[in-house]
């Protein structure tokens, strides 16, 4: 268990002194666990990491916000205050990403030289320094290992200190990235959990200059606006404002090298000057273009190469133009964007009908669901590999609960929940008629761990997914189902009609969900992969921040794990950077996933009195509770129906929470229960909208 202190010095613009932010930490001895007849050392919050071969270590990442208009030009770090662990050790050696839909390579690498070597292990202390920018807001991204090994003699050295100064300096790049400053309470919210310096973020409020920011903008072309009437509608009863653009006047009006590129300068000039919170692109490639970004990695010493990864995160990352070289490899390390600013996803439709199923799904789903099946969750994992015998299973369950495997912390689907489990490691083998089966007597939400291909997933082949074989999975019987899966290729929707898209296209089964336009990557020896890495992040998202809208559920999984993609051995094997550019949402972005099913409202209903200031209320509430009574760790709003249309969570919050600001700019005027738990007591009040 590690303790963290945050120190930081900020000395920029001050005549006669370095510009520099320091961040200090302090560690607790690590643990050290058996593995494969090997060790690895392990400290919470640390992810293991080397290049394929090598022994792993933990890394600490660093995540520093820097002053508007800059960016971190060097890094230093100093250890200190070394402690020698007791015994001899031989630590486990990384082994390479492979491709799911590949399997296991079969062969165990060691690099021998390293491991016979008396130098002190890793050369180099820290990783690479970089600068992203999330809304306007400059995030330095770097790691460091508080670990010495020598591997020839098996010493290991840790240190219980460590300071790492981080110098920065101002630049173009910087000062254009303000043009797209938010200072909302979503950005600050994402802020407080990825730097470690989040008080900083008020140096940006006044870069903020936004007047009237659209909550939902859709991109369709000609004739496909009057199907979006009665969703928009909908919103509007929330205070989600929307507006539809068409990719005909996009194309007039705008500059760029390619229609894809004019679609993006367009979202950029919309994010710089109203602020949009989510982005639908409504259609298929052949109506709405898709980005293909560039990514190489590095497998057992084969180069996986691909040019054109379809990728909306090239719609939603707007810093930069991905293609700084102008050589059309877009994407390439350095000149790309790992913190997208606003929610991304596509309704791969491709013509009115098609259209027409897929929003009257969105629409349902959010307005009419079934109650008492919201929280039903199946876990579908396959036999993925044998030599070593490898499980679906066993990368699924990292979603359950909490987790602090691998180095890094998640609490994910609540174990309360009603899962199911169809995992060939216990039932020796399930086929596709008993998942079809099982997915009609209602699941809600399908988590995939297994083999796919553009046209075959969760055992299922493309002419598998008929109304007939989901006939019960219409929005009336049981609800409409999302899906998040590991597998290959199956959400490639530059291809004509991915398995995934036909999902979406019928009258039944699929609302939204997560999928990969190219391959789902694992790490060989190891519970841990990139598609394992963002889907973890999901869930912790979902269930524990409360960030249920879709698309920004998916922003925050890849948000959280941007720290990781250029790190020590990440960088350099390039599988994490794959899965962060091929891992698209298929769906509404705006759309709010069920994570709980209706409660009466005498259940809501709390002991104690809230106070609730001001009450009635506008755009916002503060809400206090005794400090006696523990941080607060949810905050759950009612409508009088029973419908939770709110939640909110605490319990990852770096400091004390007893008093909060809660923004209502999503819910319509109206008499609310509002219930906030804290570690010792429930209070409750009724709240009031009025505008």
Request: aromatic letters at 10%; hydrophobic letters at 35%.
């Amino acid at each position: 268990m590690r303790r963290l202190c945050l120190f930081l010095l900020l000395l920029a613009f001050m005549p006669g002194f370095s510009q520099v932010v320091t961040v200090s930490f302090k560690f607790d001895q690590p643990s050290v666990i058996d593995h494969q007849g090997y060790q690895l050392v392990e400290w919470q919050g640390m992810l293991q990491s080397a290049m394929p071969g090598d022994p792993m270590i933990p890394w600490q990442s660093v995540s520093a916000l820097l002053p508007p208009g800059c960016e971190a030009t060097s890094v230093e770090v100093i250890l200190s205050h070394p402690e020698q662990l007791a015994g001899t050790f031989s630590l486990f050696p990384r082994q390479y990403s492979r491709p799911i839909s590949e399997g296991v390579s079969g062969k165990f690498v060691k690099n021998e030289t390293v491991y016979n070597s008396k130098s002190v292990y890793p050369a180099e202390k820290h990783g690479r320094v970089s600068t992203h920018f999330y809304n306007g807001h400059a995030v330095a991204f770097t790691a460091f290992s508080p670990l010495a090994y020598v591997p020839a003699s098996g010493q290991l050295t840790w240190y219980r200190e460590a300071e790492v100064t981080l110098t920065y300096t101002t630049t173009e790049k910087g000062t254009a990235a303000l043009r797209n400053c938010s200072a909302s309470e979503t950005v600050s919210q994402t802020l407080r959990h990825l730097v470690q310096n989040p008080d900083d973020t008020d140096l940006y409020n006044a870069f903020d200059q936004k007047s009237n920011p659209v909550g939902l903008l859709v991109i369709t072309p000609e004739g496909y606006q009057e199907g979006y009437a009665a969703l928009l509608e909908y919103y509007a009863t929330l205070g989600i404002t929307s507006e539809i653009v068409t990719t005909e006047d996009i194309y007039t009006s705008q500059t760029g090298v390619d229609n894809q590129e004019k679609i993006r300068n367009y979202i950029i000039g919309r994010v710089q000057t109203d602020g949009v919170d989510y982005l639908l692109l409504g259609g298929d490639v052949e109506l709405v273009p898709a980005r293909g970004l560039f990514c190489q990695v590095n497998s057992q010493g084969s180069i996986y190469e691909d040019i054109s990864i379809p990728a909306d995160l090239y719609y939603s990352a707007l810093d930069g133009t991905w293609n700084d070289n102008g050589n059309n490899l877009w994407g390439e390390p350095d000149e790309d964007d790992l913190l997208p600013d606003l929610a991304v996803a596509r309704l791969p439709y491709g013509n009115v009908a098609e259209q027409t199923r897929m929003l009257h799904k969105v629409l349902n789903y959010q307005q009419n669901p079934v109650d008492g099946e919201l929280t039903n969750t199946l876990m579908a994992g396959e036999d993925l590999y044998s030599n070593p015998q490898t499980w679906g299973a066993d990368y699924l369950e990292m979603l359950i609960g909490h987790h602090e495997d691998n180095g890094y912390t998640t609490d994910g689907i609540p174990e309360a929940f009603p899962i199911q489990e169809m995992y060939d490691r216990d039932m020796g083998y399930w086929s596709k008629r008993e998942l079809i089966d099982k997915i009609n007597t209602g699941m809600t939400f399908i988590h995939h761990s297994g083999h796919s291909n553009v046209d075959y997933a969760l055992r299922m082949s493309i002419g598998d997914i008929t109304d007939a074989n989901f006939n019960m999975v219409n929005g009336v019987d049981h609800n409409y189902c999302l899906i998040y899966t590991h597998g290959c290729i199956c959400g490639a929707f530059d291809a004509s009609d991915c398995i995934a898209e036909e999902m979406l296209k019928i009258q039944n089964f699929v609302v939204a969900g997560s999928f990969n336009s190219r391959y789902g990557w694992f790490n060989e020896g190891q519970t841990e992969g990139p598609s394992l890495h963002l889907h973890r992040e999901f869930v912790n998202a979902l269930y524990t921040l409360g960030i249920d809208r879709i698309g920004q559920t998916q922003v925050q999984s890849k948000i959280a794990t941007a720290p990781w993609v250029e790190a020590p051995g990440q960088w350099e094997d390039g599988a994490l950077r794959w899965c962060f550019y091929d891992n698209n949402i298929f769906g509404d972005a705006a759309m709010k996933i069920h994570t709980d099913n209706y409660t009466s409202i005498d259940e809501s209903i709390g002991k104690t009195k809230l106070d609730i200031f001001p009450n009635p209320a506008n755009d916002f509430i503060r809400l206090s509770v005794p400090v006696e009574s523990g941080n607060l760790e949810s905050v759950k709003i009612y409508d009088l129906s029973g419908k939770m249309v709110t939640n909110i969570h605490f319990s990852l919050a770096k400091i004390s929470t007893f008093e909060v600001r809660i923004e209502l700019n999503t819910l319509p005027n109206g008499t609310y229960i509002l219930r906030a738990e804290t570690q010792k007591a429930v209070f409750s009040n009724t709240l009031t909208i009025v505008r």
